[in-house]
């Protein structure tokens, strides 16, 4: 008898969750939603070509906001090929999908480079370059972005965060979504921005 | 016996992939203390200078990867990646990877690589990298494997673009 009680309460709960999950019109997002955060609000760099480019530029876009470094064996690749995934992931919408790369190793990280290492993914990705020490330092401490130069016996790395900031179509900072989340979570997410503002 | 035999069995299927898919000359190695499967190196653009090699690696005997060499790149490093907290580290192992007898070790992205350093000019795919492997065993001898990856796409996740009939190996 207990147990059947039991049982009852459980489905109870169930319907009650259902109800509550249906009235609600905002079902959490998967990633960090960090909506209306005083950091992060804009980026004023030279692109791969050079054009000084602003998050205005991309006005009407979701964008994925990404910091890292190119001489990067496997993070930096596996957040780029997870961009690709979501892209594709969002079918037509993913038009509007606008991935934009900060590289914090502007020493080695040319232009050139950058636009290879992009290109190899998507030649639509936004390669950014910090043109001096100063402005990398000042854009890095605006989006609370950790970065450090740690030498590794012939050579250094960059210690980096590896988050990904997520705006929605209108400008605003919206999601962190980190590293280890999957390309369908974050596809649902951004499709879920694009559903918001028309 | 039965397991004894399927253990043998095991083994010789590990050679013949590693002949296969490294290109290791099974008679000059029929005795190593290792077996690596599946090796393969990150393609990079010009202007990009280092990389990473990728593989899974079986000892048969305690042994401790140290460094290694190859044609396409000067340095050699041994490296492990990690996330601490929501951040990347790419830290050289000082004292080499340590894989006990009997265990198989990943190097896989997010988690360890062969650094390739200071690479002359890019690695593309289709290419072959030939890369020696230099382990140290118990009693401090020194070992040397020669393997060849394969080039594998930057923008892939590092699956094998084809799976021309070899086998995995004995994994996991
Ligand atoms: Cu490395």
Redesign the interface.
């Known amino acids: 008898m207990a147990r059947l009680f039991a049982a009852w309460r459980r489905i109870v709960w169930a319907i009650c969750a259902v109800v509550l999950a249906a009235c609600s019109d905002q079902p959490a997002f998967h990633a960090q939603e960090i909506t209306g955060a005083d950091f992060g609000r804009d980026f004023v760099l030279p692109d791969t070509e050079g054009r000084v480019r602003r998050l205005a530029d991309f006005r009407g876009e979701v964008v994925a906001l990404y910091f890292g470094f190119i001489q990067c064996p496997d993070v930096c690749p596996t957040a780029l090929a997870r961009a690709v995934e979501v892209k594709r992931l969002l079918g037509a919408q993913g038009e509007r999908f606008r991935v934009v790369f900060v590289t914090v190793d502007p020493e080695r990280d040319t232009p050139e480079v950058v636009r290879a290492y992009l290109n190899a993914f998507d030649p639509t990705f936004v390669g950014l370059i910090p043109p001096d020490a100063a402005t990398l330092e000042a854009t890095a401490k605006a989006f609370r972005v950790f970065y450090r130069k740690v030498p590794t016996g012939a050579s250094y790395t960059m210690d980096h965060t590896a988050t990904t900031f997520v705006y929605d179509p209108k400008g605003r900072l919206r999601l962190a979504v980190p590293h280890a989340m999957g390309a369908k979570e974050f596809a649902e997410d951004v499709a879920r921005l694009f559903a918001e503002a028309p | 016996m039965e397991r004894t035999l399927f253990a043998v069995r095991r083994n010789l299927l590990a050679w013949l992939v590693v002949g296969a898919v490294a290109g290791v000359s099974a008679t000059a190695h029929a005795h190593a203390p290792v077996t690596i499967t599946d090796p393969w190196v ?2 990079t ?8 090699a990728f593989m899974h690696i079986t000892a048969h005997e305690a042994v401790t990867l140290v460094g290694g060499k190859t044609p396409v790149a000067p ?1 050699v ?1 041994i ?1 492990e ?1 990690k ?1 601490v907290g ?7 192992l000082p004292n080499g990877l340590a894989i006990g007898a009997g265990q198989t070790v990943h190097l896989e ?2 988690g360890y ?1 062969v ?1 390739l ?2 690479l002359p000019k890019a690695v593309e795919v289709g290419q072959k990298v030939p890369l020696t492997l230099t382990f140290t065993t118990a009693n401090g001898q020194r070992l040397d494997v020669d393997i060849e990856a394969e080039v594998r ?5 590092g699956r094998p673009m084809s799976h021309g009939g070899h086998g995995h190996g004995p994994q996991r």
């Open positions: 990150r393609a653009v010009p202007g990009q200078k280092a990389t990473g340095v490093e490296h990646m996330m929501d951040r990347m580290q790419m830290r050289a992205p997010g690589h650094m350093i200071d796409p930057l923008g892939g996740m």
